[in-house]
């Protein structure tokens, strides 16, 4: 049972947008900044979001972050095939002074 | 280019232990907090420690409290995971990570390690 609460999967077709929710309590989400890390088959996790809506180098502004209060959104638009992989919200805390993820959500791009 | 490579994963019978190595290279190791995750087959992500920059603190989850150490080494570039009275649950894949503003920005291509009698 994860901390952070994620849909299990969510589908779009090819250039469609969607977005994944990362719920989470006053003590994790709400008190500290939210990470996503997308993780396609068979391959390391890579950081895809960070301070909650912010992006790496080498992101693709097609995926955006928001926070706000308990909950975190991860939206991803123009969707592509390439795509299709494992997302996972995570942050830190405050009252288990531990990381924290959601259980992951696939993403299926039909 | 950063570079994270996790070594010392292996089979492993319950109650052994395992220590497992992460080299780091590309950036300047003494300035950032790292940390090691793992992921069960077939499972999700579960931070397991983080440890400072001069490793003075560190932090676990609560399943690995009491078995698990994470030290590191400065002068060796080198974070690692002592993991003692392994138990079946404990089988996954070990990656070794660079924490920077608040996120993991850097993971290793991961260490394997099963724990089976």
């Known amino acids: 049972q994860s901390v952070l609460t994620q849909p299990p999967s969510v589908s779009a077709a090819p250039g469609q947008k969607v977005t994944i929710s990362c719920s989470g309590s006053s003590s994790n989400i709400g008190s500290n900044y939210v990470s996503w890390y997308q993780q396609l088959p068979g391959t390391a996790p890579k950081l895809l979001m960070y301070?909650?809506?912010k992006r790496p180098s080498g992101i693709p502004d097609r995926f955006s972050g928001s926070k706000s209060g308990t909950s975190a959104t991860l939206g991803i638009t123009g969707l592509q095939t390439g795509d299709e992989a494992d997302y996972y919200c995570g942050t830190w805390d405050g009252s288990l002074s531990a990381g924290v993820f959601g259980g992951g959500t696939k993403l299926t791009v039909l | 280019e950063v570079q994270l490579v996790e070594s010392g994963g292996g089979l492993v019978q319950p109650g052994g232990s395992l220590r497992l190595s992460c080299a780091a290279s590309g950036f300047t190791f003494s300035r950032y907090w790292m940390s090691w995750y793992r992921q069960a087959p077939g499972k999700g992500l579960e931070w397991v420690a983080n440890?400072?920059?001069?490793?003075?603190?560190?932090y676990y989850v609560d399943s690995v409290k009491g078995r698990f150490t994470i030290s590191r080494d400065n002068a060796e570039n080198s974070v690692y995971l002592q993991m003692n009275s392994l138990r079946v649950g404990d089988t996954a894949v070990y990656y070794c990570t660079r924490d920077n503003n608040y996120a993991s920005d850097s993971w290793g291509q991961g260490t394997l390690v099963t724990v089976s009698s």
């Open positions: 301070e909650n809506n």
């Open positions: 440890i400072k920059e001069d490793g003075s603190d560190k």
